[in-house]
């Protein structure tokens, strides 16, 4: 892994929004961790996801009922993997460490990995935010060009087209190679793991071999291998589209920048809290709809910042946020409405589709 380190020596911004945020929890007596108000959200999606898991079992529906059901059951998968993987991941969900355990293994039952994810995600995206050459989140080469300092090739021309192709494969491809590939290589991007522990390796076949069984066997011996296969699709088409866009909101559009690793060791001129602030930027901050499905990931300044500090709790805190960032001087990258960040993707990745 290329030798990156942030000039962390005066770090008085960081103090002071970490000061006035724990303030604001003293004051209202609260837990940083999740409460009733993000228990609730699980007690809606995981029913209701397995509810639509059976009626698209069933069979009882025309081929297009069908195809608008397998679309709502991607929807709320997504919405498990935002409202409760991703805090649970970030050990945010609840104070208790198994529970966190637990429900942060929603994302194997996504087709996914939970441990491999905490470490291309909480390590090394969150502390190398848009750092080439490190951060997995932009290393989608050589299909995508998404910094500057990427190899340019001709067909990068029409990449602000064909991108929403390849976001619709996204977690087919996580699923079926990106994760086996992590596995067996025992590496992400440029940084290697050491280590899997005994219980990793089980739980990597073990979920592997479960959601083979539930989302592969299980429809086809009740559906047939045809509706299967389309509504399997359809599914992941929803996911991948849905996913990658959101967290393509947060960090690729024009007000974020972007910098690069070298071979030799490299200081950011910056700490490390300054950088997440430049690199990242929020979208449709006063839309209650989309914060409660995306779960706060809308708010992906506060979650950088604070990534151990449960979702529910962004919006307040974005108001302490953007006052600490005036007060030193700092932009406060965000967008008023989604619509309004996804044209700023699209015209970024248009311009680095260019020499």
Same mark, same amino acid.
């Given at each position: 892994?290329?030798?990156?380190?942030? /000039? /962390?020596? /005066? /770090?008085?911004? %960081?103090?002071?929004?970490?000061?006035?945020?724990?303030?604001?929890?003293?004051?209202?007596?609260?837990?940083?961790?999740?409460?009733?108000?993000?228990?609730?959200?699980?007690?809606?999606? #995981?029913?209701?996801?397995?509810? #639509?898991?059976?009626?698209?079992?069933?069979?009882?529906?025309?081929?297009?009922?069908?195809?608008? $059901?397998? $679309?709502?059951?991607?929807?709320?998968?997504?919405?498990?993997?935002?409202?409760?993987?991703?805090?649970?991941?970030?050990? !945010?969900?609840?104070?208790?460490?198994?529970?966190?355990?637990? =429900?942060?293994?929603?994302?194997?039952?996504?087709?996914?990995?939970?441990?491999?994810?905490?470490?291309? &995600?909480?390590?090394?995206?969150?502390?190398?935010?848009? #750092?080439?050459?490190?951060?997995?989140?932009?290393?989608?080469?050589?299909? @995508?060009?998404?910094?500057?300092?990427?190899?340019? =090739?001709?067909?990068?021309?029409?990449?602000?087209?064909?991108? %929403?192709?390849?976001?619709?494969?996204?977690?087919?491809?996580?699923? @079926?190679?990106?994760? %086996?590939?992590?596995?067996?290589?025992?590496?992400?991007?440029?940084?290697?793991?050491?280590? #899997?522990?005994?219980?990793?390796?089980?739980?990597?076949?073990? !979920?592997?071999?479960?959601?083979?069984?539930?989302?592969?066997?299980?429809?086809?011996?009740? @559906?047939?291998?045809?509706?299967?296969?389309?509504?399997?699709?359809?599914?992941? *088409?929803?996911?991948?589209?849905?996913?990658?866009?959101?967290?393509?909101?947060?960090?690729?559009?024009?007000?974020?920048?972007?910098?690069?690793?070298?071979?030799?060791?490299?200081?950011?001129?910056?700490?490390?809290?300054?950088?997440?602030?430049?690199?990242?930027?929020?979208?449709?901050?006063?839309?209650?709809?989309? !914060?409660?499905?995306?779960?706060?990931?809308?708010?992906?300044?506060?979650?950088?910042?604070?990534?151990?500090?449960?979702?529910?709790?962004?919006?307040?805190?974005?108001? *302490?946020?953007?006052?600490?960032?005036? @007060?030193?001087?700092?932009?406060?990258?965000?967008?008023? !409405?989604?619509?309004?960040?996804?044209?700023? &993707?699209?015209?970024?990745?248009?311009?680095?589709?260019?020499?």
């Amino acid at each position: 892994m290329p030798k990156i380190s942030f /000039n /962390n020596s /005066n /770090n008085s911004f %960081f103090q002071s929004v970490k000061s006035a945020v724990d303030a604001y929890f003293k004051t209202k007596n609260m837990r940083k961790t999740g409460n009733w108000r993000l228990y609730l959200k699980a007690w809606i999606l #995981i029913p209701a996801a397995f509810g #639509i898991y059976f009626y698209l079992l069933s069979g009882r529906y025309s081929p297009v009922a069908g195809i608008f $059901v397998s $679309v709502l059951f991607g929807l709320t998968l997504v919405c498990i993997a935002f409202n409760i993987m991703h805090d649970a991941c970030h050990n !945010s969900y609840s104070g208790k460490k198994w529970v966190n355990g637990i =429900m942060g293994l929603t994302m194997n039952a996504l087709g996914s990995n939970a441990f491999m994810w905490k470490i291309k &995600h909480n390590i090394i995206h969150h502390t190398f935010t848009n #750092i080439d050459g490190i951060d997995d989140d932009i290393a989608n080469g050589p299909l @995508l060009r998404q910094c500057i300092t990427q190899k340019w =090739m001709p067909m990068h021309r029409f990449q602000s087209i064909y991108m %929403f192709l390849l976001y619709s494969i996204s977690t087919l491809s996580w699923m @079926l190679r990106t994760d %086996f590939r992590i596995y067996f290589r025992r590496k992400i991007n440029n940084t290697a793991i050491n280590r #899997i522990d005994p219980k990793e390796h089980v739980i990597f076949w073990a !979920s592997k071999l479960l959601y083979a069984f539930f989302y592969v066997f299980v429809p086809i011996y009740m @559906l047939g291998w045809q509706p299967w296969l389309v509504g399997f699709l359809v599914i992941h *088409i929803t996911m991948g589209l849905v996913l990658s866009v959101v967290f393509q909101l947060a960090h690729m559009v024009e007000m974020t920048t972007f910098d690069v690793a070298g071979g030799d060791r490299k200081v950011i001129d910056s700490e490390w809290a300054i950088h997440e602030i430049r690199t990242t930027a929020n979208f449709a901050p006063g839309n209650k709809i989309i !914060s409660w499905l995306v779960g706060g990931l809308n708010f992906q300044i506060e979650h950088h910042l604070f990534p151990q500090i449960s979702h529910i709790h962004y919006s307040a805190l974005s108001r *302490i946020v953007r006052q600490q960032c005036d @007060l030193f001087g700092l932009p406060y990258n965000y967008y008023p !409405s989604a619509w309004q960040a996804l044209y700023s &993707h699209v015209r970024l990745m248009r311009k680095l589709g260019y020499k």
